[in-house]
């Protein structure tokens, strides 16, 4: 295979795939680290970076769609870097060269010294039949385009309300192993705040149907802080805020089928069950973006490299365990291959090496799992943790940076309303995310360090992120001064 490739400059290639919330932090930072000390080139589909967080407020017609993205070129433009719409589709971590489909249909290859792949999560409608806006009758918002349907479809529903009718919203997550319970929670409790803001949240009837063992896990074994010297559980306060909006949660809850007759869940401790809705918000189940990956006498390695869902291994521990047997050190510190010295991969295209919630099975043996969130600020973290090491690398230095999800923090500022004069937020801090129990071993996280608040303050917050990363997220003046 020849690899065709910019002009040879005697420098260093590093490749970035991906400019989300993992790749594009990797190429920011990169900026500064190597600044002439190497080319970067970018390789993402649609010239586009999506502010996602905000998507639950397109979702419910607050926002508009222009406002949660931007077009990447000008900004590669202005660090001095090469973007390529593109999709990567095969990697060959021998030669060091990436195969790639332009989005005007030619096939490339391009030669790599460093190569990340931040490709985030491919979204796998097809592991729960009937789920989602392409095939069935159920809504997303892992996309603009999603949200705008999910927005859509909503304001349908609202239109019937406003007639007198009865509706019946199911938002949460739609496969018994899916992740990113924050985001739709975020959506419920805009839903319950948009509809309580016209009037008509009493004819509407809201479930909150989800694969957390309770309420409040998100994925990662829920939270604690010490609120007035005493210790109040996540679980209490998302509990209380259920009752208090009158919102029904069904949990512990793994979606199977969506059909004419409903949403198919099989729940721990209960028969399989069938559910009817007027509208439903299901977050799908992610997998790892299907790149394979060839060896060096043409041999498709792609089994090797990532783990049966897709994602990339890295220098993760996956020897299978029990829940009580993980340990922090589980968890990657440099997210690099364990094979390949100069692969890299970080956000969600990364294999966790377990879930963080317990794993629960029901009586027909669905296993009912909610998988680890790599979020948005974790994923910044990891691309930034990746540049510095690359950039290590360059200098001919070894890789040291590590920031295991065992080491870092987490700050989830949760919308429940749009408003900035009587909105509100659940603001919930942990550290570090994965719970690390040799080093703190009364809840695993300094517990000093977690918070949990509710309250209009966490409404400025979150207005104040969308602006204040949208500003960094271009590399206008001061983006540094900004942390992931
Ligand atoms: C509705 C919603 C709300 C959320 N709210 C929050 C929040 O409030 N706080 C928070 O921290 N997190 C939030 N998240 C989670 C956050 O968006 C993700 O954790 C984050 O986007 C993951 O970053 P990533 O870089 O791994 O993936 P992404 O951001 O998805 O980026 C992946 C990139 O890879 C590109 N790509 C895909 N395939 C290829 C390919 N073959 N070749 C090259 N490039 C490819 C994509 O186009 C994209 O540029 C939310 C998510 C959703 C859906």
Redesign the pocket.
């Known amino acids: 295979m020849n690899a065709s490739s910019a002009p040879h400059t005697g420098l260093p290639r590093i490749v970035i ?9 990797a190429a920011l930072h990169l900026s500064r680290l190597v600044r002439s000390k190497a080319n970067v080139t970018v ?4 010239n ?9 407020w397109v ?1 419910t017609g607050t926002m508009s769609a222009e406002k949660v993205w931007f077009p ?1 070129a000008p900004v590669y433009e202005k660090l001095g870097f090469d973007y390529i719409d ?4 095969s990697i060959h971590p021998d030669e060091r060269v990436v195969d ?2 332009r989005a005007d249909g030619g096939e490339e290859h391009l030669a790599y010294d460093y190569l990340v792949n ?5 979204l796998n409608f097809e592991g729960t039949p009937g789920l989602g806006p392409k095939e069935g009758t159920t809504q ?4 603009v385009e999603h ?1 705008l349907g999910a927005r859509d479809g909503y304001l349908e529903n609202v239109a019937q309300l406003k007639k007198g009718a009865r509706r019946r919203f199911v938002i949460g997550v739609g496969h018994p192993g899916a992740t ?1 319970q ?3 929670f ?2 419920i409790m805009n839903v319950d705040a948009d509809l309580r803001r016209r009037g008509l949240r009493d004819r509407a009837e809201l479930i909150w149907l989800s694969n957390e063992p309770a309420a409040g896990d998100f994925g990662v074994d829920g939270v604690e802080a010490r609120i007035e010297g005493k210790i109040v559980t996540g679980s209490t306060v998302i509990e209380e805020l259920f009752k208090e909006r009158g919102i029904q949660p069904i949990l512990a809850a793994g979606v199977t089928g969506v059909g004419k007759d409903g949403i198919a869940y099989d729940r721990v401790g209960f028969d399989p069950a069938t559910l009817e809705y007027d509208f439903a918000m299901l ?1 799908l189940q992610f997998r790892g ?3 394979k990956y060839i060896g060096a006498d043409g041999s498709d390695i792609t089994e090797k490299m990532t783990v049966p869902s897709g994602f990339m291994r890295v220098d993760a521990d996956y020897t299978a365990k029990a829940y009580d047997a993980y340990r922090a050190a589980d968890w990657p510190a440099l997210y690099r291959s364990p094979q390949y010295d100069n692969l890299y991969a ?4 990364f294999a966790p090496p377990h879930p963080l919630s317990k794993t629960l099975k029901t009586a027909s043996g669905t296993t009912v799992v909610a998988t680890p ?8 973290i ?2 930034r943790t990746v540049a510095l090491n690359i950039a290590e690398q360059v200098a001919g230095r070894p890789a040291t940076h590590h920031e295991r999800m065992s080491e870092m923090p ?6 429940m309303g749009h408003s900035i004069w009587n909105g509100s937020a659940a603001s919930i801090v942990m550290m570090p995310v994965a719970r690390d129990y040799e080093r703190y071993p009364d809840y695993g996280r300094d517990i000093d360090a977690c918070e949990l608040d509710v309250g209009l303050a966490g409404a400025w917050t ?1 207005r104040m ?1 969308h602006e204040a990363f949208m500003w960094k997220l271009q590399a206008k003046p001061g983006w540094a001064m900004i942390p992931e």
Not at 17 to 25: D, I, P, Q
Not at 118 to 122: K, L, S, V
Not at 373 to 380: D, E, I, L, Q, Y
């Open positions: 795939l991906g400019a989300g919330f993992a790749g594009h932090t390789i993402a589909p649609r586009r970076f999506t502010w996602f967080p905000s998507l639950i979702g990447l593109g999709r990567a589709e790639f489909l931040a490709t985030g999560p491919y997303s918002v892992c996309s949200a990113c924050g985001a739709a975020e959506y977050i973006i299907p790149l970080a956000g969600i295209a969130p790599r979020t948005g600020m974790a994923s910044g990891m691309g987490a700050a989830c500022i949760a919308s979150k992120l």
